[in-house]
């Protein structure tokens, strides 16, 4: 059950502020239809992390066990700076017209989480922890954890929230992370959780 409480809290932390955060706020605001927007989000995170574990699964394939090791605490190092530059919606416009808002959201959802923090963080922990389900179900929680109470609250909540305090332990949790995977931490990869 690592693999899944690790998963979820990390993501749910390095989500807070990120651009889908933001998006998932914009989103609320503009169409003030949250049913169909947490159930495209939701979605949208189960086919993007699944696509991004099933990346991190092939890389313990692809790579030998000290190599991994190394890029993998690389990876979560890299996280925990990445983590603390603080992100912002590049483009706010939404296919709605065309696609209503399940389908404006499903799409702009998903295409924002390309090369976003929590998927390159799903490809690592998947890496890490060998079990797809539990990451994926994992990742995906603590995404809908960040972006639901984002949906129902809008941007009263933005406001409020202590948004670099939870970057900055989010931060301190992957760098954690990074240098105990680079002293060896979980032993062999494969081996490190069974979910």
């Given at each position: 059950m690592d693999a899944f409480f690790i998963s979820t809290g990390l993501v749910a932390?390095?989500?807070?502020?990120?651009?889908?955060?933001?998006?998932?706020?914009?989103?609320?605001a503009r169409y003030r239809k949250p049913l169909p927007i947490i159930l495209a989000i939701f979605i949208a995170t189960i086919a993007?992390?699944?696509?991004?574990?099933?990346?991190?699964?092939?890389?313990?394939?692809?790579m030998?066990?000290?190599t991994l090791r190394w890029v993998l605490g690389l990876s979560f190092i890299?996280?925990?700076?990445?983590?603390?530059?603080?992100?912002?919606l590049d483009n706010t416009e939404t296919p709605v017209s065309r696609f209503g808002v399940f389908g404006a959201t499903l799409v702009t959802f998903f295409i924002a989480e390309m090369g976003d923090k929590t998927q390159i963080a799903t490809v690592a922990l998947a890496a890490q922890y060998q079990n797809l389900v539990w990451v994926v179900l994992g990742t995906t929680l603590g995404m809908m954890i960040a972006n639901v109470p984002a949906v129902y609250l809008g941007d009263k909540l933005a406001h409020k929230l202590p948004v670099r305090a939870i970057h900055l332990v989010a931060a301190a949790i992957f760098l954690v992370l990074g240098i105990?995977?680079?002293?060896?931490?979980?032993?062999d990869f494969g081996l490190s959780g069974s979910g």
């Open positions: 932390l390095a989500e807070m502020g990120d651009r889908t955060q933001l998006l998932a706020f914009l989103l609320a993007n992390h699944a696509f991004a574990g099933l990346v991190g699964t092939w890389l313990t394939a692809l030998g066990p000290q890299a996280m925990a700076i990445w983590v603390l530059i603080p992100d912002k105990a995977t680079l002293l060896g931490a979980g032993g």
